[in-house]
């Protein structure tokens, strides 16, 4: 091509990109974001070499193993032949005992070219096998897709009593750090396996893991092209404050009895006395007749969720009971409970702690109990106690805690302990993901509509400010997908199999923006686990849209409702 004229037309383009603009506004395009190249496939060339072969100054091998196919099944299929690598990063004496970060790399024999960081749950310190799970309940993990893939302890082993909270390296590698130390020498030792480094990287994961993730949009920008965030607890530390607040509410409404917390050993009380199982059936049920039809199907789904924000009332819709509580109705004061906890955890001031929660039908679901009942009381105070709040301090009993207290407690350092809880669990600035961005990546978030942990109004408003960020549009490399019903990463009255990680290959190697991804019930039969909470009334395969915020799954008018195909997201 003559150079001048490449010149000349480059200018021409550059120019009408500024006048559509108004001028001075440089990535609002579309098109001008780059598009990366697919990844293509190799062949694992080493494996039990690795062993001695792989040095990295910071990492010691333990194991180099081949994998035969059918060892490991994941929904009843097998995964095919690979090499598992075990290994320690940063061995160290800490302040109350030995630290490493601690990691498993599973390297396909039959690669698809890509790397998958699998963000693992809760406090982290055990290394998950590394599968790669994303999405609901899902078939289609990384592995099984052909993408190597890490997990790890982030750090620390042990988690159930949190004693790394004291270490300040532990708390920090926790936070981000062990990510940002794992991702290079996980390339590395890609490189090693396969004689090149992975065409493509992607970072995933749900709850503890989605944080991983949006903090790795911030911190990890320029090592990853695509991220799929579950349930992102991106504000972990004030949500975990909010959910004590939470069940200090509920407390007042408590009748009597404890049970034993299955995560922590805790004795607790059973504050699913405060809320039975049938009453939140019964709030399930009110929410529905208020809000099924919103989006043109009775079909025991609430897609229009905001619409329902709008239309449903705990104070008008559900009945108050003019005697003994028995599953039809709900006493003032439980009311006042509900829709408090929903509205939001607040300081006695009125600060708000946390985000709002939105009303679902998925208030039904075991998981939401397990999360506002019993983790209130048993995991998220151990994690605020001596993890999240500076200086850490195991906290006595989270229904009598000062909450203003630890509100404070997660947002201070001192001398020994450098950054706060909010600073090392949280992103920095979670709405500037311009490096991301500019360099081709994309982020996909899907959210349960009724997690009682991490609020998907949370993400609507980390959505929204990255919206306004971008001119008031970051559809063309950030979306988020609610899933209404569902609890926290998985389960209740949804729809809740899908797999977004083939969305975002599409869209980051070949430009194809997921406008919906189809997502499925986990009914009889189902390979990847049943979920027991499905209405009898379903299908057993019943299909649905996700839709990207703010497009709603609406039903057509004419075919089945159990079938996606008759719904579109308008
Ligand atoms: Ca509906």
């Known amino acids: 091509m003559h150079p001048l004229k ?41 494996c039990a070499t690795l062993l001695t072969g792989f040095t990295d100054a910071n990492t010691t091998l333990t194991a180099a193993t081949d994998v035969a196919a059918g060892t490991l099944t994941v929904g009843g299929t097998a995964v095919p032949a690979h090499c598992q690598v075990t290994g320690n990063m940063y061995s160290r004496t800490g302040s109350n005992g030995n630290y490493a970060i601690g990691f498993e ?10 790397f998958f960081y699998q963000g693992n749950g809760g406090l982290d310190g055990s290394v998950s096998t590394a599968t790669g799970a994303t999405g609901g309940g899902p078939l289609t993990h990384a592995l099984l897709q052909g993408f190597a893939v890490i997990s790890s302890n982030a750090g620390h082993t042990g988690a159930q009593t949190a004693i790394f909270g004291f270490d300040p390296q532990a708390r920090l590698d926790y936070g981000y750090q062990a990510a940002q130390k794992l991702t290079p020498m996980a390339k590395a030792l890609i490189a090693a396996a396969y004689g090149r480094g992975p065409d493509r990287s992607y970072f995933g994961g749900c709850s503890n893991g989605g944080r991983h993730t949006l903090v790795a ?6 090592e990853y092209d695509g991220f799929l965030a579950g349930a992102p607890g991106y504000n972990l530390p004030k949500a975990a404050v909010a959910q004590i607040w939470g069940a200090q509410q509920w407390a007042q409404a408590y009748t009597a009895g404890t049970v034993v917390d299955p995560r922590t050993g805790a004795t607790i009380a059973d504050l699913t006395t405060a809320l039975t199982a049938a009453e939140r059936s019964l709030v399930s049920q009110r929410i529905l007749a208020k809000c099924d039809a919103l989006d043109l199907a009775a079909d025991g789904i609430v897609a229009d969720t905001a619409a329902c924000q709008k239309a449903f009332s705990v104070a008008d819709d559900v009945p108050t009971c003019s005697g003994e509580r028995d599953g039809s109705c709900l006493t003032a004061q439980q009311k006042t409970i509900l829709a408090a906890v929903h509205t939001g955890a607040k300081t006695t001031t009125g600060t708000a702690i946390y985000n709002s929660f939105p009303y679902d039908p998925g208030i039904a679901g075991s998981g939401w109990a397990t999360w506002k009942f019993s983790n209130s009381q048993a995991l998220d105070p151990l994690a605020v106690g001596t993890v999240f709040g500076t200086p850490p301090a195991y906290m006595a009993d989270p229904l009598t805690a000062d909450i203003d207290a630890h509100f404070a407690r997660i947002t201070a350092t001192d001398t020994t302990y450098t950054e706060s809880g909010m600073d090392f669990m949280t992103p920095p600035n979670p709405s500037n993901l311009s490096t991301l961005k500019k360099r081709g990546a994309k982020v996909m978030v899907y959210h349960g509509v009724s997690d009682a942990i991490f609020s998907y109004d949370d993400s609507v408003t980390w959505y929204k400010n990255l919206a306004a960020a971008n001119g008031g549009d970051a559809s063309n490399f950030a979306r988020l997908y609610g899933v209404p019903g569902m609890n926290h990463c998985a389960g209740g009255p949804a729809t809740d199999q899908f797999d977004m990680l083939s969305a975002l290959v599409k ?3 070949q430009g194809q923006a997921p406008d919906s991804v189809v997502a499925t019930a986990r009914g009889t039969g189902n390979a990847g686990g049943v979920n027991a909470e499905l209405p009898s009334s379903w299908s057993t395969s019943r299909t649905r ?25 308008r």
């Open 545 to 569: 849209p996700l839709c990207p915020y703010p497009k709603v799954a609406t039903y057509q008018g004419s075919g089945s409702i159990e079938d996606a195909a008759n719904f579109s997201c």
């Open 105 to 114: 790399m599973r390297l396909p024999q039959a690669w698809n070219g890509r």
């Open 6 to 46: 490449s010149a000349t037309g480059l200018g021409l383009i550059a120019l009408a990109g500024l006048t559509a603009c108004g001028g001075g506004d440089d990535d609002d395009d579309a098109q001008k974001l780059p598009q990366l190249s697919a990844a293509s496939a190799g062949t694992l060339s080493a």
């Open 507 to 509: 869209w980051v190697e």
């Open 217 to 222: 949009t911030t911190r990890l920008a320029n």
